[in-house]
């Protein structure tokens, strides 16, 4: 069978006709040809070559005029066309040893270097050489397998799964991206094999896990790993969240269905990983603050701010950048109550005091609540629907009318020390914090001269006389 359809961009016929003139021969293969068949856009173009990979990429580079990145111990080269990244990669055949995903390689053919690939559907290449441009291989059966969804290895799973356990998790990354399933036998080698993932680094298991975060309908992801026994090993936490208890007939919701509905719901309206990973850790400490409560039934005290302080060591487990995007998540599991108390009794200094703390992310914090309504009554929801509703009303009001996203009081901690002769001292900290208090209550409003009025006051009730030659000075 000849696919020419799937080659139109000029760069593969370039690529097989140095290949011929060099006697070598060169198949795209992998997610290219996958995503062809699935009708999906790709980026990235593998090329696999029998001989030198890194041969042909530099012929290829010389003929386009452009730069080639060569990986000498991988014996693999990189070239940059347009805006499409293409890889070549000497065709080889791996062994393994127990303790490590790290093959023994060695030159093979082509079908050797099938062979070495993960799944059915990722191990098909077209050739690129005269004789056989456009020709489909396909030795494992992945046409069939896009055909019936099905996420597949080529040989046996128990072996795949072993040589390289990072496997296991593409697996599943790949089932959630497309929506496949996992067969029934590889599906089993993975529960068998399951405490293998140990031998892989955190660095590539995030790769394949912000993809799952990344994917459409990301729960099927998380389920997956559930039911097979991974989820343990890559996300302890929210396995936690599993399971329902029981006192005198009541029962709590399970929090990692739950959970994975609320990540759902963000995922429908927001392609924001961080968005994403505050819905995922969001109700992450309710297993450590759960208390039955004769009177208010199950309870879950603060876990909102417990949540927030886990953040931090779940981002380090997982090498998750530590910087601002872990901060904005966990702001956002600490605030994500905050919105469903204000629905309850919206307050001009209730909704002030939220857009303060809130900054900049108040427009995501609400988009999170709004996603964590996922009760089945339906008037339950209706209401709360109509409350954040008002919420956001109320917000954008008290924005246009008090410009309190990110404000500063305007009376700062050194005017106050200046104004009085005051070093940093537990004064000046009050007065600060009545002024800020005084302008997110409505008492006053946002601006210096009332700031500095009732400093002036609060100043004279302490005893506190200025220092000459400081009055009213301006910002
Ligand atoms: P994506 O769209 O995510 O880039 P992809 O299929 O191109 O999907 P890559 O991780 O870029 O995935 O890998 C390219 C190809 O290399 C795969 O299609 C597969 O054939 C092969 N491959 C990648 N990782 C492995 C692995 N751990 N074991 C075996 N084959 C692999
Ligand atoms: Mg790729």
Known sequence: MKILDALQNPI?????????????????????????FLNRPCKDIDIVVAGSGIDLAERVARELKTNVTVFKNFGTAMIHAEDIEIEF?????????????????????IEDDQLRRDFTINAMAFGLNRDNFGELSDPFGGIRDLNDLRIQTPCDPDKTFSD???RMVRAVRFATQLGFDIAPETFDAIERNRERIGIVSRERIITELNKIVMAEVPSAGFELFDRCGL?????PQLARLKGVEYVNGQGHKDNFIHTLKVLDNVARVSDN??????ALLHDIAKPQTKVYDPEQGWTFHAHEYLGSKMVKGIFRELKLPLDERMKYVQKLVALHLRPIILAENVTDSAVRRLLFEAGDDVDDLMTL???????????KVKRYRQNFALVRQKLKEIEEKDRIRNFQPPVTGEIIMET??????RTVGEIKEKIKDAILDGAIGNNYEEAYALMEQLAQEKGLKPVAGTNEKQP
């Open 369 to 379: 609540c709004e996603a964590d309504i996922t009760s089945g009554i339906e008037a």
């Open 273 to 278: 990983p961080w968005l994403r990973w505050a």
């Open 231 to 235: 989820l343990e090993f890559i996300l």
């Open 89 to 109: 990669v000497g065709a080889r055949k791996e062994s393994y040893r127990f303790d490590s995903r790290k093959p023994v390689v060695e030159d093979g053919t």
């Open 164 to 166: 390289d356990p990072l």
């Open 12 to 36: 593969f016929p370039l690529v097989g006709r140095l290949a011929d003139e060099a006697g070598l021969r060169a198949f795209v293969i992998g997610g290219y040809v996958r995503d062809y």
């Open 420 to 425: 009085y002769g005051l070093k940093p001292c």
